[in-house]
């Protein structure tokens, strides 16, 4: 079965330091891998994406993510947290013609 | 501009009634989908439309049909309304299937 989780509901994290929300997957064939912010009452904003390539990618407002594919994981990283990225995040993956998200984890950056 | 927009923003009915939802996209991309938030934040692909043509119809139930005019737009149609249809409903569209999704502001739906 094709799936991606996240398995942290929650995150805190102090300001100016680095964070990781973790996400994993499970997927038939080459997996393309996305990553999408939620602030509270808006839709999604996408932020970075793999599909082939780099294992490190870099995306929108300093996030990068590092695919591997050997863990079959692909964490989102931010070397220094903002307290304007406290969000809702979601990990997806498209596998097939079909697009699965992980439930999310929101976010907290303490100032 | 808005590039995927969504009207209304909120609505509220009662049990029974039909509704719409309405979306338009003006990034020129050939696919589009409707995806339902529940109160969890757990978000759930309901339909997506390629070229007008559906692509993918999950275990939605079939009060839920979509309707592609064109391109730009996709619209979501739900009779009999249930409770169980409260939430809030997101309108996207990518330049394929491949490709990353651009996102609507939202529907609140209530039902009442």
């Known amino acids: 079965a094709q799936s991606v989780a996240q398995p942290e509901d929650q995150v805190n994290v102090a300001e100016g330091n680095p964070l990781t929300v973790k996400c994993t997957y499970s997927?038939?064939?080459?997996?393309?891998l996305f990553w999408y912010v939620q602030y509270p009452n808006r839709g999604l904003q996408f932020l970075l994406k793999?599909?082939?390539?780099?294992?490190l990618v870099k995306g929108s407002y300093g996030f990068e993510a590092e695919f591997n594919k050997s863990q079959t994981s692909f964490h989102l990283k931010k070397p220094s947290a903002l307290v304007s990225d406290s969000a809702l995040y979601f990990c997806?993956?498209?596998?097939?013609?079909?697009?699965?998200f992980g439930t999310g984890t929101s976010l907290t950056v303490i100032p | 501009d808005t590039a995927v927009s969504q009207t209304p923003k909120y609505l509220v009915t009662q049990m029974g009634n039909d509704k719409s939802i309405k979306c338009e996209q003006n990034?020129?991309?050939?696919?589009m989908y409707w995806y339902k938030q529940d109160s969890k934040k757990f978000l759930k692909i309901m339909f997506s439309?390629?070229?007008?043509?559906?692509?993918i119809n999950e275990t939605v139930p079939n009060r839920f049909s979509p309707k592609s005019p064109d391109k730009a737009h996709l619209n979501l149609h739900i009779n009999s309304l249930e409770l169980g249809d409260s939430a809030v409903y997101f309108c996207?569209?990518?330049?394929?299937?491949?490709?990353?999704?651009?996102f609507g502001p939202g529907t609140r739906l209530t039902v009442t």
């Open positions: 996207a569209s990518s330049q394929d299937l491949v490709n990353e999704q651009y």
């Open positions: 997927v038939s064939g080459n997996p393309y």
């Open positions: 793999y599909i082939t390539g780099d294992n």
């Open positions: 997806a993956v498209r596998g097939g013609n079909q697009f699965y």
């Open positions: 990034l020129g991309h050939d696919t």
């Open positions: 439309y390629n070229n007008k043509e559906l692509i």
